[in-house]
């Protein structure tokens, strides 16, 4: 029993593993590059983008184009429309994550602080060799109010509460599943063995009556006086009564 339960939550580990992707993971070193010096390239490609002109950006994502690298193109025609709002920006923040995105394995994130318009983060995402970009991209960081907060908080604390439900209803029902398997169900104690009746066996005793007593009398009296020829019986006394075998 103790196997089959095992094994059910070994497969249902292995299908949540299917099901979800893993999450990236913070690191400070990859393949010997550490985040100090990915940081300042990432830096140093911030700084590059911000001092290019539209001629020049125009430039780049038609040289993109024309070497069959959309996606490249449209970073840059994505990154341009944010590009004025991070003329006064300062970096505030860097962090190197490994990922599983599209070609990349590496994600860098770079905030950026500007007094006007807010934070910003420039997110570029690097292949294996850490020497390509696969994408880019300035996206601004949405800080969340009190009532995002507590609408969140609510959510997952529901969230969990479902879970934990969902997961007792699932054990109940494994739990009333184990009568139908050989085997589980309680020892049946053999039926106790019934005593055998002890019959009584009663002799019945003919009870004599006192009638039938005077009976016998007569009977002798009368049978006594026929062999002596009279018919006076009252001078006859019985004294006892023999048993004779013929």
Not at 192 to 197: D, E, F, K
Request: net charge negative.
């Amino acid at each position: 029993m103790k196997k089959k339960i095992i094994g059910l939550l070994l497969t249902c580990v292995l299908i949540l593993t299917v099901c979800f992707p893993a999450a990236a993971e913070v690191v400070e070193e990859y393949n010997g590059v550490t985040s100090e010096e990915l940081q300042d390239a990432l830096e140093s490609f911030h700084n590059q983008f911000m001092s290019y002109g539209d001629q020049e950006l125009d430039e780049i994502e038609e040289s993109f184009e024309n070497a069959e690298m959309p996606e490249m193109a449209r970073c840059y025609q994505e990154a341009r429309k944010v590009k004025d709002k991070l003329t006064d920006a300062e970096v505030t923040g860097f962090q190197m994550e490994t990922v599983e995105e599209q070609d990349a394995v590496l994600r860098l994130t770079l905030t950026l602080d500007s007094e006007k318009n807010g934070e910003y983060q420039l997110k570029l995402l690097l292949d294996d060799s850490l020497q390509s970009i696969v994408s880019f991209s300035y996206e601004p960081v949405h800080h969340a109010t009190t009532g995002e907060l507590m609408a969140k908080a609510g959510l997952n604390t529901l969230l969990g509460m479902g879970i934990v439900f969902l997961v007792l209803i699932l054990i109940s029902v494994l739990i009333s599943l184990f009568r139908f398997l050989p085997g589980s169900g309680a020892k049946k104690t053999a039926p106790a063995l019934a005593a055998p009746a002890v019959e009584e066996t009663i002799t019945a005793v003919p009870a004599v009556s006192e009638t039938d007593d005077k009976e016998l009398v007569a009977v002798i009296t009368a049978s006594v006086a026929a062999a002596m020829g009279t018919k006076n019986t009252d001078g006859f006394v019985v004294r006892s009564i023999k048993k004779r075998k013929w």
